[in-house]
């Protein structure tokens, strides 16, 4: 409302199992908590129906946990956590030895898992919709601990990914191994569904509304984005 000078309608996370979306052709999740416990089976039933109608889903920050995952029918990607500074980004989670045990349960010391807030580079892919006009290379903010493993082609897009290892961080403090694991990983995704898409920002960049240059990124979103679905109830 501020930023683009358009109209708004909040709507509850309870009130979304049974709200009639049919009035709207984009929806917008802001980052936040466990959305999928939030809305519940009905909730996100609703919502993949109406994605499937021709709707826009689109996902900032950890909200885009709610559309990734095996199970979530709505991205083909998946989560994963960073590394702290002490752990191998590609070693086996599981405990198979007590010595293993007893060296995890004694870094007591070590640093947070999670980024506390950084800057990254990200490259764009220019022959899109959605990116069309935009620099090849964009400052996104990243903080917290997700990332997501890349769409395979079939499956849906990468518009945007974060740099290479060595170019990746812009400003801040990063671990090598979260630069390592960062690197090369989505920063946008889109992806077909049925009639509709989801469009999903892996880091919320509206964040204090404070980057200028992400902000014609998600006025795309916003407003190219239905020219670009075909929602049942316009036809």
């Excluded at 052709?25 to 021709?54: F, M």
């Excluded at 079939?154 to 961080?169: K, Q």
């Excluded at 630069?179 to 509709?196: E, H, N, S």
């Amino acid at each position: 409302e501020r930023e683009f000078a358009y109209p708004v309608t909040a709507i509850r996370v309870g009130t979304l199992s049974g709200a009639q979306l049919d009035r709207y052709q984009v929806l917008v999740i802001p980052d936040g908590g466990d959305y999928a416990s939030r809305l519940g089976e009905g909730g996100v039933a609703n919502l993949k129906t109406w994605v499937e109608r021709g709707g826009t889903l689109i996902t900032l920050g950890r909200a885009t946990r709610l559309v990734t995952g095996e199970d979530s029918g709505f991205l083909k990607s998946t989560r994963q956590d960073l590394p702290g500074p002490n752990e191998d980004a590609t070693v086996d989670p599981r405990i198979g030895t007590e010595p293993e045990y007893r060296r995890i349960v004694g870094e007591s010391e070590r640093s947070p898992d999670s980024v506390a807030g950084i800057l990254a580079n990200a490259d764009v892919e220019p022959d899109h919709w959605l990116t069309a006009g935009l620099n090849p290379r964009l400052v996104f903010p990243v903080r917290g601990s997700d990332i997501y493993t890349p769409l395979r082609i079939g499956e849906g897009l990468n518009l945007i990914r974060f740099a290479s290892p060595d170019t990746v961080l812009a400003s801040g403090q990063l671990w090598d191994q979260n630069r390592q694991l960062l690197a090369y990983k989505p920063a946008v995704m889109i992806q077909t569904l049925g009639r509709g898409q989801v469009i999903a920002f892996t880091q919320d960049i509206t964040t204090r509304a404070y980057l200028d240059g992400l902000k014609p990124l998600f006025a795309s979103a916003l407003f190219n984005a239905p020219a670009h679905a075909s929602p049942t109830w316009v036809d």
